[in-house]
């Protein structure tokens, strides 16, 4: 396991100490005729500068609508957030208006997106598309924003970054269009990157070279990260900090290499004995049971209990998010007693 190197550019904010980002008890619920769909449902974390927090959790459990209102690009209707703060450098983003977003947008925060066939449009060349992002957020003559497209798109592993310019997205693979979208945000210079799924499109050889890009980008620029993925193995190359959710909220944060040595929350235990270990071939994988409840009608009390091996008559209340040991928070009323056991230790109740 590798971490993240930390950030060598100045950071001239005032407020050093303060977190980038921070989300406080963020709600976004969606409306359907089945009933309100509490997705994101009490969510808080911060993103330190310069470092890169993952957002980690099976499919469903929020990570997704969590990334997409922090810009509120969270499509209404259905979809809304309810309440809760999301302040970028002090200032609230739920509060701001069109205009104001607008200019953070791509610039301070830039985001790729899980789906790159759908965020680019279709009626422009990627080269258009690169240079308007650049110029609209850096302000460069068109000459400067076309050197940069093309050495933003070599540095993603696109080959003939100046034919690439002159397709449009139709002409492209999924992979490379993804790559399209990681240039773009980079190119961009942010402060924040929320990257959601940004290496699910590529093979191993061509996520390691962006895995690597992200980690240049971060040391040379003190950019911020916020990974959102389901896979355990970037997790641990890239991650500072771990933020695991279920089921619309948050059960375990930590920081990467305290995870992998010992989680505190049955959920996050099940999901690294999961993955398939170079090191022990021989061991069965562990699968939790069950699957995630809908969002329109969560379990009362703790939301893993339907599946966890430690449920008990105490779930039935809902378990607060406590700091467990300094650093380190678990929403379960059994975390004092998975202190110090091994991640891939069985869990039994006593």
């Given at each position: 396991?590798s971490?993240?190197?930390q950030a060598?550019?100045?950071i001239?904010?005032?407020?050093?100490?303060?977190?980038?980002?921070e989300?406080v008890?963020?709600h976004?619920?969606?409306?359907?005729?089945?009933?309100?769909?509490?997705?994101v449902?009490?969510?808080?974390f911060d993103?330190?500068?310069?470092?890169?927090?993952?957002?980690?959790?099976?499919?469903?459990c929020?990570?997704?609508v969590?990334s997409?209102?922090?810009?509120?690009?969270?499509?209404?209707?259905?979809?809304?957030?309810?309440?809760?703060?999301i302040?970028f450098?002090g200032?609230?983003?739920?509060?701001?208006?069109?205009?104001?977003l607008?200019?953070?947008?791509?610039g301070?925060?830039?985001m790729?997106?899980?789906e790159?066939?759908?965020?680019l449009?279709p009626?422009?060349?990627?080269g258009?598309?690169?240079?308007?992002?650049?110029?609209?957020?850096?302000?460069?003559?068109?000459h400067?924003a076309q050197?940069?497209?093309?050495?933003?798109?070599?540095?993603?592993s696109l080959?003939?970054p100046?034919r690439?310019?002159?397709?449009?997205?139709?002409?492209?693979?999924?992979?490379?269009?993804?790559?399209?979208?990681?240039?773009?945000?980079?190119?961009?210079?942010p402060?924040?990157?929320?990257?959601?799924?940004?290496t699910t499109?590529?093979?191993?050889?061509?996520q390691?070279?962006?895995?690597?890009?992200?980690?240049?980008?971060?040391?040379?620029?003190?950019?911020?990260?916020?990974?959102?993925?389901?896979d355990?193995?970037?997790?641990?190359?890239?991650?500072?900090?771990?933020?695991?959710?279920?089921a619309?909220?948050v059960?375990?944060?930590?920081?990467?290499?305290?995870?992998?040595a010992?989680?505190?929350?049955?959920?996050?235990?099940?999901?690294?004995?999961?993955?398939?270990?170079?090191?022990?071939?021989?061991?069965?994988?562990h699968?939790?049971?069950?699957h995630?409840?809908?969002?329109t009608?969560?379990?009362?009390?703790?939301?893993?209990?339907?599946?966890?091996?430690?449920?008990a008559?105490?779930?039935?209340?809902?378990?607060?998010?406590?700091?467990?040991?300094?650093?380190r928070?678990?929403a379960?009323?059994?975390?004092?007693?998975?202190?110090?056991?091994?991640p891939?230790e069985e869990l039994?109740r006593?």
């Open positions: 396991m971490e993240a190197p060598t550019a100045e001239t904010s005032p407020e050093l100490n303060q977190p980038l980002l989300i008890d963020l976004t619920y969606f409306h359907s005729e089945r009933g309100v769909a509490r997705v449902d009490g969510v808080t993103v330190p500068r310069g470092k890169t927090v993952a957002l980690v959790g099976e499919s469903g929020g990570k997704s969590t997409l209102s922090i810009l509120r690009l969270i499509p209404s209707p259905p979809g809304e957030i309810v309440s809760g703060a302040r450098e200032r609230d983003l739920a509060t701001l208006d069109a205009e104001e607008r200019t953070i947008r791509g301070d925060i830039a790729i997106f899980q790159p066939a759908t965020s449009n009626v422009f060349t990627i258009d598309q690169l240079i308007e992002a650049i110029r609209l957020h850096r302000d460069l003559p068109l400067e050197t940069e497209v093309k050495q933003a798109l070599t540095a993603v080959n003939e100046e690439r310019m002159r397709q449009y997205p139709h002409e492209l693979s999924g992979g490379m269009k993804q790559r399209v979208m990681i240039a773009m945000a980079l190119a961009c210079r402060k924040l990157l929320i990257a959601d799924e940004p499109a590529l093979d191993v050889t061509i390691a070279r962006v895995l690597g890009l992200l980690r240049h980008n971060q040391a040379e620029l003190g950019m911020s990260i916020l990974l959102v993925t389901h355990l193995g970037v997790v641990a190359e890239m991650a500072d900090d771990v933020v695991v959710m279920y619309g909220k059960v375990e944060r930590s920081t990467a290499v305290e995870l992998f010992g989680p505190l929350h049955p959920y996050s235990r099940g999901l690294l004995s999961s993955v398939v270990r170079i090191d022990r071939p021989q061991r069965r994988l699968a939790i049971e069950g995630v409840p809908s969002p009608n969560w379990p009362e009390g703790c939301r893993f209990k339907t599946r966890c091996p430690l449920a008559e105490k779930c039935n209340a809902e378990p607060p998010l406590a700091e467990i040991q300094p650093g928070f678990s379960c009323w059994f975390a004092d007693q998975l202190v110090g056991l091994p891939d039994t006593s």
